[in-house]
Each structure stands twice: as structure tokens, then as C-alpha cells.
């Protein structure tokens, strides 16, 4: 059974550091990865997806990387600002099945 | 274009109520997902659409879940004699060809 595991748990910065946030996976057999961002009271936004046949992707200041071997992904925040703030959920979908399975997300803190 | 809705975003019940949650996906969207998030948790999976048909609702915690989509648009989650244990985000999503997921809002339940 895939399980999804996210660390750290919570995060908090000063504004302008790089950072990196974690999620493992258990089975290696997956369709693919995405990261998703959760604004208190808000629903999640796609961020970033990355198929099983690729290594990474990139948007702007966001960098997702994918290695399916180790069952690891990292997503790496350039230069973060206070508006970074939220939390940070990867959800992986496996190759027979349509379910996300999730993480229990990271949630970032970007201090001005 | 509009994105997913869900209506009510905040629903509070007496335990023993019974309460009717809507999802409004894209237009056009084949798919249709609903997830259950509670409290400083990734979401979970309830039950999937494709178009009016219910492939899988595996993912439902009891018989007093109920889903329906019956025109493969507009879908309901109605939860019978609700628990408190039923307290949770409900959260929809759509998609055109299950590969990426697009998410509503989410109804906030809280059950009393």
C-alpha cells in the first residue's frame, strides 16, 4: 500500500532563503507526482506536476524534482517571500490507479 | 474560465442531522473526485465519477455516505446522521482525462 510521508511537519524562514521541502513515497510504481499548495480556507492549487518519466519541473521560483528510485521528491523555493506562506502537500498517483494518495503536508511560514 | 465550486463553504450540524454538499466542476470535465481532509491531514479519497457512473466508492467511511452525479455534471455528497467524527473538509475535484486534478474550494463541516 503506497504511503506518502512529508518532512518537516512545519517550517519557518526569514524572507529571501532558499529552501527545500520534502516528501517520500513508499512504492516506486507511480504514475506520477505533484505538489500542491493549501491557503487557509482556500482549496489546493496545483503547483507543479511531474510525470514518471521525467526529473524535475520548474515554474518561476519553484523547482520540483522527482526520484523514483529512492521514492523522493523535493520541492526547492527560490528567494521565498511572506505570500510563500502555506501549506505544502504532494500527492503521488500510482501506475493502476486514478486515487492521490497524500501527504500530510509541510506548513511554511515565511517571517518578512 | 470558473473553476470548481462547492456550496455551502461552511456547514454546521447537530449530530443526527443529515446534510447535502454540492460540487460544481469545470464544464466539460469527464471525471469527478471527492476527498475527505480532516485536521492537519492530507486529503483522502471517498469516491470517483466518470461522467454519471460511479466507478469507485471505495474510499466512503460508511452507508451513511452517499455521492450521485446523475447528469455527469453537478455532483452531491449527502451524509446521513452525521457524526462528529464526520467534522472534516470535503473537498471536490475535476479533471478532463484523470491526469490532473483541479480543486474546489471545499465545505468545512463541523458537526456539533
Known amino acids: 500500500k503506497q504511503e506518502v510521508t512529508q518532512i518537516p511537519a512545519a517550517l519557518s524562514v526569514p524572507e529571501g532563503e532558499n529552501l527545500v521541502l520534502n516528501c517520500s513515497f513508499t512504492?516506486?510504481?507511480?504514475?506520477?507526482l505533484q505538489w500542491f499548495r493549501q491557503d487557509p480556507g482556500k482549496g489546493l492549487t496545483s503547483l507543479l506536476l511531474?510525470?514518471?518519466s521525467q526529473r524535475e519541473q520548474t515554474s518561476g521560483r519553484l523547482n520540483a524534482s522527482l526520484d523514483k528510485s529512492s521514492g523522493r521528491s523535493t520541492l526547492y523555493i527560490a528567494a521565498s517571500q511572506p505570500g510563500d506562506s502555506a501549506t505544502y502537500l504532494c500527492?503521488?498517483?500510482?501506475?493502476?490507479?486514478?486515487?492521490?494518495?497524500w501527504g500530510a503536508g509541510t506548513k511554511l511560514i515565511i517571517k518578512p | 474560465g470558473a473553476g470548481v465550486s462547492q456550496s455551502p463553504r461552511y456547514k454546521v450540524a447537530k449530530r443526527g442531522q443529515d446534510v447535502a454538499l454540492r460540487c460544481d466542476p469545470i464544464?466539460?470535465?469527464?471525471?469527478l473526485f471527492w476527498y475527505q481532509q480532516a485536521l492537519g491531514q492530507g486529503p483522502e479519497f471517498l469516491t470517483y465519477?466518470?461522467?454519471?457512473?460511479?466507478?469507485?466508492k471505495s474510499g466512503l467511511p460508511s452507508d451513511r455516505f452517499f455521492a450521485e452525479r446523475p447528469e455527469g455534471s453537478v455532483s452531491t455528497l449527502k451524509i446521513q446522521r452525521t457524526q462528529q467524527e464526520d467534522s472534516a473538509v470535503y473537498l471536490c475535484?475535476?479533471?478532463?482525462?484523470?491526469?490532473?486534478?483541479?480543486f474546489g474550494p471545499g465545505t468545512r463541516l463541523t458537526v456539533t
Open positions: 475535484a475535476s479533471s478532463f482525462d484523470i491526469h490532473e486534478q483541479y
Open positions: 464544464s466539460g470535465h469527464v471525471s
Open positions: 465519477f466518470q461522467n454519471e457512473a460511479q466507478l469507485d
Open positions: 512504492d516506486s510504481a507511480i504514475y506520477n
Open positions: 511531474i510525470q514518471s
Open positions: 500527492a503521488v498517483r500510482s501506475d493502476s490507479n486514478y486515487q492521490l494518495i
